[in-house]
C-alpha cells in the first residue's frame, strides 16, 4: 500500500487543527487560549476546506470561527474573569 503524497497538504492541516485545539488548553490566561483555539484553528479549518475543494463552507468556516466566535468568547472572558484558577 502506497502512501498518497497528494494528500500530504490535507493531513498536515488536519493534524495542525489537532494540534492547535489541544494547544489551547495549555494557557492560563483565557485571553491567549481564545486567540489560539478561536482563531487560529478557525482559520486552518478554512484552509483545510478550501484545500478539500468546499469552498463555500471555507468562507462560512472563516467568518464564523475566525472571526465572530472568537470575539463572542473574548466578550464572555471580559464580562467573568481573565485569569483561569
Same mark, same amino acid.
Given at each position: &500500500? %502506497?502512501? =498518497?503524497?497528494?494528500?500530504? =497538504?490535507?493531513? /498536515?492541516? $488536519?493534524?495542525? %487543527?489537532? %494540534?492547535? /485545539?489541544?494547544?489551547?488548553?495549555l494557557p492560563k490566561d483565557?485571553?491567549?487560549?481564545? !486567540?489560539?483555539?478561536?482563531? !487560529?484553528?478557525? $482559520?486552518?479549518?478554512?484552509? $483545510?476546506?478550501?484545500?478539500?475543494? /468546499? =469552498?463555500?463552507?471555507?468562507i462560512t468556516q472563516a467568518?464564523?470561527? %475566525? /472571526?465572530?466566535? =472568537?470575539?463572542? &468568547?473574548?466578550?464572555?472572558?471580559?464580562?467573568?474573569?481573565?485569569?483561569?484558577?
Amino acid at each position: &500500500m %502506497s502512501f =498518497p503524497f497528494a494528500d500530504l =497538504p490535507v493531513y /498536515a492541516l $488536519l493534524i495542525a %487543527s489537532v %494540534s492547535v /485545539a489541544i494547544l489551547a488548553l495549555l494557557p492560563k490566561d483565557l485571553y491567549k487560549a481564545v !486567540i489560539v483555539g478561536g482563531g !487560529i484553528e478557525g $482559520l486552518s479549518l478554512a484552509v $483545510l476546506y478550501q484545500r478539500l475543494l /468546499a =469552498p463555500d463552507v471555507s468562507i462560512t468556516q472563516a467568518i464564523l470561527a %475566525s /472571526a465572530l466566535l =472568537p470575539a463572542l &468568547m473574548f466578550i464572555a472572558v471580559y464580562k467573568t474573569c481573565r485569569w483561569e484558577t
